[in-house]
Nanobody, 111 residues
Framework: VQLQASGGGLVQPGGSLRLSCAGSGFSLEDYNIGWLRQAPGKEREGVGCISSSDGTVAFADSGKGRFTIARDNAKRTVVLEMNNLKPEDTAVYYC?????RGQGTLVTVSS
């Protein structure tokens, strides 16, 4: 069972990024999938999640109104769309299934 987040990079404040989570060894669509992040020197925190049953999404306050999560069943991925990015969004972003967390992708928001 492996999870892999991708799509990170350098973006200016106010910009957007689209992160993808791919899974191997299991069917991503059968599980609730969460997004986490860890900023330098800070604790890991939840960003949001999407349910397997009906696609219900939930977000931490930090991302409400700016982030969306959706499933791309054709590509078998879960996408985290981040808009109006702020420097405080700089972190390594991970996707997770239960207690399993894959390799993250670095998002840097800086001018």
């Amino acid at each position: 069972v492996q999870l892999q987040a991708s799509g990170g990079g350098l973006v200016q404040p106010g910009g957007s990024l689209r992160l993808s989570c791919a899974g191997s060894g299991f069917s991503l669509e059968d599980y609730n999938i969460g997004w986490l992040r860890q900023a330098p020197g800070k604790e890991r925190e939840g960003v949001g999640c999407i349910s397997s049953s009906d696609g219900t999404v939930a977000f931490a306050d930090s991302g409400k109104g700016r982030f969306t999560i959706a499933r791309d069943n054709a590509k078998r991925t879960v996408v985290l769309e981040m808009n109006n990015l702020k420097p405080e969004d700089t972190a390594v972003y991970y996707c997770a299934k239960g207690n399993s967390r894959g390799q993250g992708t670095l998002v840097t928001v800086s001018s």
